[in-house]
Nanobody
Framework: QMQLVESGGGLVQAGGSLRLSCAAS????????MAWFRQAPGKERDVIAA????????YYVDSVKGRFTISRDNAKNTVTLQMNSLKPEDTAVYYC????????????????????WGQGTQVTVSS
């Protein structure tokens, strides 16, 4: 299990940007696939971006392609999600998650395969 702590959420106007960060504990961060999920009110929690343990593979859900970028720094045990051109429909609680040496291409990583989760950070995009 990894301990994950998200930061960087907040309120932003449509068209703006936010950068989410996730700090992970443990010395084996470089063996974990990291992902960002989000859950809007009344909806299920869905994966939006993921990056493999080496950073060699990334996944994005169609709705964020071209707007969001996931990256990781294995030396600092961090994963970030740069969110640009934000839309009101991006409003949700965003969660960081980790899965040991896991990768699943299309249709993308599954929530059930991630064993470590952060507490979530709220992102609100006003119109």
């Amino acid at each position: 299990q990894m301990q994950l702590v998200e930061s960087g959420g907040g309120l932003v106007q449509a068209g703006g940007s936010l950068r989410l960060s996730c700090a992970a504990s443990g010395r084996t961060f470089s063996t974990y696939t990291m992902a960002w999920f989000r859950q809007a009110p009344g909806k299920e929690r869905d994966v939006i971006a993921a990056i493999s343990w080496s950073g060699g593979f990334t996944y994005y859900v169609d709705s964020v392609k071209g707007r969001f970028t996931i990256s990781r720094d294995n030396a600092k045990n961090t994963v970030t999600l740069q969110m640009n051109s934000l839309k009101p429909e991006d409003t949700a609680v965003y969660y960081c998650a980790a899965a040991l040496m896991y990768w699943r291409s299309a249709p993308g990583p599954r929530e059930a395969d991630f064993g470590s989760w952060g507490q979530g950070t709220q992102v609100t995009v006003s119109s």
